[in-house]
């Protein structure tokens, strides 16, 4: 089975561009989570989508957006960007529903460096 | 507040020796716990888990976590490290009823020939 796929694996913008990052979930799981993580911050929660639906959302401003779409894939999107947006994104999939145990399974990330 | 804290940022132990990576969370229940481990440039890759039942667990490459509800610990060993361990470890928790999984700081093991 194949596992978590993040596209673009590396990127680099300038500041004022915004950015679209993919993530196409493990075969038959339909929750997609996504994670900033920085030296500084760790690793920080941004959002959770859910049939399409986002479910939870981190302490991000509206610059950070997302989607999923109905196969589950999903995109996250980050406008007007700013050079601490420099990051490593990671999307992560679960099963979600009545099997739900809360394991993550983790893509290898979409390197961001905004200059 | 749920949190997990992980006491260390940085452990060095030499080949061979045994490693112990701390792990306290604080949560309203016993949540789902975890350990992950990320090599550079990675993403994370899943160690162990634990639900319920058997508080000793196992995970792959050779490590266990022992769960204790007293201390809301769960902390990470493993009797005999290797060279190829070097990387970070993280922590997590999530919510029996959520998917808001929260990570610790993390804590990046060295491991000296």
């Known amino acids: 089975k194949a596992g978590v796929t993040q596209t673009p694996r590396y990127l680099i913008k300038t500041r004022g561009q915004q950015v679209t990052l993919s993530c196409s979930p493990i075969?038959?799981?339909?929750?997609v989570s996504w994670y900033q993580q920085t030296p500084g911050q760790g690793l920080q929660f941004l959002f959770e989508?859910?049939?399409?639906?986002?479910?939870n959302k981190g302490n991000f401003p509206g610059r950070f957006s997302g989607r999923q779409f109905s196969n589950s894939r999903s995109e996250m999107n980050v406008s007007t960007l700013e050079l601490g947006d420099s990051a490593l994104y990671l999307c992560?999939?679960?099963?979600?529903?009545?099997?739900?145990?809360?394991?993550?399974?983790f893509g290898e990330g979409s390197r961001l460096t905004v200059l | 507040a749920q949190s997990v804290t992980q006491p260390d940022i940085h452990i060095t132990v030499s080949e061979g020796a045994s490693l112990e990576l701390r792990c306290n969370y604080s949560y309203g229940a016993t949540p789902y716990l975890f350990w992950y481990v990320q090599s550079p440039g990675q993403g994370l890759q899943l160690l162990l888990k634990y639900f319920s039942g058997d508080t000793l667990v196992q995970g792959i490459k050779g490590f266990e976590a022992e769960f204790k509800r007293s201390q809301s610990s769960f902390n990470l060993r493993k009797p005999s490290v290797h060279w190829s361990d070097a990387a970070e470890y993280f922590c997590a928790v999530v919510g029996r009823n959520n998917n808001d999984m929260r990570f610790g700081a993390g804590t990046r093991l060295t491991v000296k020939p």
């Open positions: 989508y859910f049939s399409e639906t986002q479910r």
């Open positions: 992560a999939s679960s099963l979600a529903g009545d099997s739900n145990t809360g394991e993550l399974f």
């Open positions: 075969s038959g799981h339909r929750s």
